[in-house]
């Protein structure tokens, strides 16, 4: 069953992946290249997907957009488990009040609505890609912080961590080269777990018109676009960005719920958006 | 002796499992095997044996509780008022609106966890009058119910996390006595309890089964059985998922025929704490032909098992009560 | 290997203390929402301090913010002035302080972008809000619950497969693109209702007005947030069905039903009284894109208007207001469950 899922998964991330990065190249034509003459038309032969209020070719736009969108999300995931992991092993490896206050740090991030933060953090640096990533990497890291604090914890009493500090290794140096490295396998499958949140996230901020600028193509924008010519009947301005997206999501919800399930990570991980 | 309100016969209950299972290769856990007995108005009929025979497994299987993918094979011939109903054969519907609870009723194992933790002992009692026997008083009855099984009715606005052991114990009773059921199966309803309370809980069976219920007392407790003579009537001792040896509980006890009988008296505090060498067999594995001799093969002369000898009010396996070996 | 004497667990027959009247549930919930309670106002003031701090960081003149176009033509005197008048020169936590001082005596600023004063702003527009997500909140709550416990009674059935697969589906796609999919289905291919607003243009305010506009947003906001409400329930419910206590109530003859919605379903519903507090977040995500696409005149609409805007006061306060809603809101259901669970309170 999880293993099906993984399959599906990955054969379906893959060809997104082949769609996002080959297409923009082998059309060999700028997506951000507006041409009025050939502005909203429908799907043809032409134009797969169609065309946007500004004549850009929707086939190539949606891919470029896709790229974009999983890039930054791939970015965010990454940084998110870098934050968690590292506040995660050091809050377990100090114990005590450090511990504490770290977790109560946790559950205070946790109760901030992670989109708000992020349109206040995104509002105030507006445009800039380095605040779309940042709002997204410091909202999301508390879910593998909790993982791998709860990670090291459990291997913290171990035998071969006990040796290694009556041999006179530093706390910080049990941490780096016993605890961390066996906390990794799950912080990464955290990782997987985020992605669907972070090209949510990402284009979420962008459909506000608080991410990336209009001409730039992420998933967001191109909804945002969606949402005008919708009005004048253009259906698959919406249908196949949207259909990027969901299936995306769905591809790495497939694989990060099959990897979940085989790291025995608990069920409601990576549950929250 | 009166009619049998229950007539249970050749019944095997079969869990497959693994994977082979789904491809119709035999690996299964063999729970009960060709088990027959039967339960009479009056009378009390005790089940004992060892924790893992399968014992536990017939009271689901008689009231169709099992998971779905249990099979379960042979008769158990419901004949009390009311028309006969095999219950290893009635339509769901049938055992749900007539017979669950109002013709047979089941004492579940663990009283502890067999009561919803979110509600009140007599919201559960009162539920369970209103829907078996309509038209009551419900609060009236369960306060019967109550006094019945030796509880306060003031007893019954606890929640269940507020009951001690012995408490839960009777109204799992009174609740199964709540629908007037013409037998009644407990399952280890003494499991867990200290002495006094164990003898209290067979003394309540007993008066259960004075007032015209048939009663079956699934039980790995053979000492309490000595202990109180009188408190049941029959004994059925089971072995790796088979009967090996029936007959009224005084004459068995007295004089066991089957070794596996006496090898259970031994190990008693009275039959001198003699225990049991070797383990009962898994009964994913059972080996083929008698398991008990395979278990212990210097316990005296078998046929085989397969067959069982009656002998008046007693019948065992391997050889013929009392008699000589075959 | 001996039959009978190994020492059973003993069971003390002493009855335990009398039952514990609802008094001692009250106060063990008041005892849990006082320890919470001294939780959240930390968060509060780290959160709204974080804003200012935050917003200091930021490469944006707050009086770009407070002028706006005519911050391009004020002179620098001007300037200079208003930055004095509204204190933004000084360090950001003496502007914090002064801001919460005036939070405490209910000076809340005045929002550029509405041209209202701030509490002006939260009086019209919180009401709409509510009623947004109250009815959202109660049908995606109400069709979970129905749906759910249907799914886990017939698990395998049709109606399982539907509901559970259009569940996992539904998960993958944002408020916003569902949003969007309803508006040009509904309100655009259809016809059958309104695209957006409060009411038609030029309509006046009446509540049949408002119930047809209200539809679709609500429905939208209910269907984002059902799928984990529903998989939840029923998830919980399969658990509980296969409890010995369940099985112990359909041996006793009880009517599927009954065994179902009496015992199963309260055991059930305790966890999903807590995933209620934790969606919280969700909710207010949800809230505020479906009432950005709808037009909904409402606080979360007004969240983006101020982000676009920078409108710096209005922000703050509203960035205030959702995180202590979700907070107390997550307080509540913690406090529910103790009122609901018995053996919780008996803990003390």
Redesign the interface.
């Known amino acids: 069953m999880a293993d099906r899922r993984l399959r599906a998964g990955v054969v379906l991330l893959v060809l997104l992946a082949g769609y996002a990065l080959l297409v923009p190249w082998l059309a060999g034509v700028d997506d951000r290249v507006t041409d009025f003459a050939a502005a909203r038309q429908g799907p043809s032969w032409a134009h797969l997907f169609g065309t946007d209020s500004a004549g850009r070719d929707l086939f190539v736009r949606t891919a470029a957009g896709l790229r974009v969108s999983l890039f930054i999300a791939v970015v965010c995931a990454l940084l998110s488990v870098l934050i968690g992991a590292l506040v995660g092993a050091l809050s377990a490896a100090a114990g005590g009040w450090v511990d504490r206050l770290t977790m109560r740090v946790v559950d205070g991030v946790n109760a901030v609505p992670h989109l708000l933060l992020g349109i206040v953090l995104v509002a105030l640096f507006r445009g800039s890609l380095v605040a779309i990533i940042a709002s997204i990497a410091l909202t999301h890291w508390t879910q593998v912080a909790r993982i791998v604090r709860a990670e090291v914890l459990s291997l913290r009493d171990r035998e071969h961590v006990d040796a290694a500090l009556l041999g006179g290794a530093t706390r910080w140096r049990v941490v780096r080269r016993h605890l961390l490295p066996a906390a990794l396998p799950q912080a990464l499958v955290a990782a997987v777990l985020l992605l669907p949140h972070a090209v949510w996230h990402e284009s979420t901020l962008s459909f506000l018109g608080l991410g990336l600028p209009p001409h730039a193509a992420s998933l967001g924008t191109l909804l945002q676009e969606a949402r005008s010519s919708l009005l004048l009947g253009g259906w698959w301005t919406l249908v196949f960005p949207a259909l990027g997206l969901v299936l995306a999501t769905l591809a790495v919800a497939a694989i990060g719920a099959a990897l979940r399930d085989r790291a025995a990570l608990p069920e409601r991980a990576g549950a929250q958006l | 002796m009166t009619a049998p309100a229950l007539t249970v016969s050749d019944l095997s209950v079969r869990f497959p499992t693994g994977q082979r299972a789904s491809r119709g290769a035999g690996s299964a856990v063999h729970a009960a095997t060709d088990v027959s007995f039967a339960l009479r108005p009056g009378r009390v009929l005790a089940l ?1 044996g ?1 924790s893992g025979c399968g014992k536990s497994v017939l009271a689901a299987a008689l ?1 169709r ?1 099992l998971p779905a993918d249990a099979v379960v094979t042979g008769r158990a011939l419901l004949s009390t008022d009311g028309p006969a109903v095999d219950l290893l054969t009635a339509p769901g519907r049938v055992l ?2 007539t ?4 013709r047979v ?2 004492v ?1 194992q ?1 009283a502890a ?7 009140t002992v007599r919201a ?1 009692l009162e ?2 009058v209103g ?2 026997t309509p038209g009551v008083d419900r609060r009236q009855r369960a306060d019967e119910l109550a006094i019945r099984v030796g509880l306060a009715p003031a ?1 019954l ?3 269940p ?7 839960a114990q009777r109204v ?1 009773t009174a ?2 006595l ?2 007037d059921p013409e037998v009644v199966l407990a399952d280890e309803p003494t ?4 002495r ?2 164990v003898d209290r809980t067979l003394r309540l069976l007993r008066e259960v089964a004075d007032a015209g219920c048939a009663v079956l007392l699934i039980t ?5 059985l000595q202990r109180s003579p009188g408190l049941v009537d029959d004994l059925a001792v089971m072995y790796a998922s088979r009967l090996v040896e029936t007959g009224p509980a005084g004459a068995v006890l007295a004089a066991p025929a089957h070794d596996y009988t006496r090898a ?1 008296l031994g ?3 009275a039959g001198g ?1 003699v ?2 060498p ?3 067999p898994a009964l994913t594995d059972l080996p083929p032909g008698c398991a008990w001799h395979a278990r212990r093969p210097d316990s005296g002369p078998c046929d085989g098992g397969g067959t069982v000898h009656v002998d008046g009010l007693r019948a065992t396996r391997c050889r013929p009560p009392g008699g000589a070996p075959c | 290997m001996t039959l009978t004497e190994l020492p059973a667990p003993r069971v003390d027959d002493a009855a335990p203390a009398a039952p514990r009247p609802p008094r001692v549930r009250w106060r063990a919930a008041g005892r849990l929402a006082r320890r919470r309670l001294l939780f959240v106002v930390p968060v509060l003031v780290v959160v709204s301090g974080g804003v200012f701090a935050v917003a200091d960081a930021s490469p944006f003149d707050p009086l770009a913010g407070y002028l706006g176009d005519r911050y391009l033509t004020a002179s620098e005197q001007a300037q200079a002035r208003i930055a004095d008048e509204l204190g933004t020169g000084r360090p950001w936590w003496q502007q914090y302080g002064d801001w919460l001082g005036g939070l405490l005596t209910g000076d809340l600023g005045v929002s550029r972008s509405f041209g209202q004063p701030v509490a002006q702003v939260l009086a019209e527009r919180l009401p709409w809000t509510l009623l947004l997500t109250g009815v959202s909140l109660g049908l995606a709550v109400l069709t979970a619950l129905l749906l759910g416990t249907w799914s886990a009674a017939r698990r395998g059935g049709w109606v399982d497969r539907v509901v559970t697969s259009t569940c996992l589906l539904l998960q993958a796609v944002p408020p916003f693109v569902i949003a969007l999919g309803a508006v040009a289905l509904f309100a655009l291919g259809l016809a059958w209702l309104p695209v957006a607003g409060l009411t038609d243009a030029g309509a006046e305010l009446t509540v049949g007005q408002v119930a047809r506009h209200l539809v679709l947003p609500a429905a939208v906001l209910a269907a984002s947030q059902l799928p984990w409400l529903l998989l939840n329930v029923r998830q919980s419910l399969l658990a509980a069905l296969a409890d010995d206590a369940v099985l112990a109530a359909r041996a006793r003859g009880l009517a599927e039903s009954t065994v179902v919605l009496r015992h199963a379903l309260p055991t059930a519903l305790l966890p999903f009284v807590t995933l209620l507090g934790a969606r919280l977040p969700e909710l207010v995500v949800g809230a505020v894109l479906v009432e950005e696409v709808f037009s909904w005149p409402g606080l979360a609409q007004a969240v983006v208007t101020s982000a676009v805007e920078l409108d710096f006061p209005l922000l703050a306060v509203l960035t205030l207001l959702t995180t202590a809603a979700v907070l107390l809101g997550s307080l509540l259901a913690d406090v529910a469950y103790v009122l609901l669970d018995p053996r919780v309170a008996a803990d003390g």
């Not at chain 2, 017979?99 to 109002?102: E, F, K, L, M, Q």
């Not at chain 2, 790995?220 to 309490?224: K, N, P, R, S, V």
Request: aromatic share 0%; no cysteine.
């Open positions: 004992v060892e009231l509780l749900r609106r017979v669950r609870g109002r009723a089941l579940p663990s966890t067999a009561l919803t933790p979110v509600r559960q539920e369970t829907e078996l007893d606005d606890r929640h996390h507020e009951l001690s052991g012995g408490m799992v609740l199964a709540a629908g499991a867990g309890l200290d006094p309370l790995h407790d053979l000492g309490a259970l190990a008693l505090p704490l225990p049991i070797g383990s009962p």
